[in-house]
């Protein structure tokens, strides 16, 4: 699952393709953001800092 994060403070925003890679990099907690997305199924996630969506990945390929 792809992850959208905006950073409200510097105003910059990222794309990561796994939730670990997004905690690694902006230092967050891991098991919190787990929570919410995984347990609680939601697709956002805010704070005072940063706001987080989780979305589906559309990928091309071939027809079957």
């Given amino acids: 699952m792809p992850y ?7 105003k910059e925003f990222g794309f990561f393709g796994s939730l670990p890679v997004m905690v690694e990099k902006f230092g ?3 098991s919190s953001l787990e929570y919410h ?6 697709t956002k996630f805010e ?4 706001e987080i969506f ?3 990945l ?7």
């Fill in 4 to 10: 959208f994060i905006y950073d409200k403070e510097s």
């Fill in 28 to 30: 967050l907690d891991k």
């Fill in 37 to 42: 997305f995984s347990r609680k199924k939601e």
């Fill in 47 to 50: 704070n005072y800092k940063y």
């Fill in 54 to 56: 989780k979305g589906e």
């Fill in 58 to 64: 559309e990928r091309g390929g071939s027809p079957k």
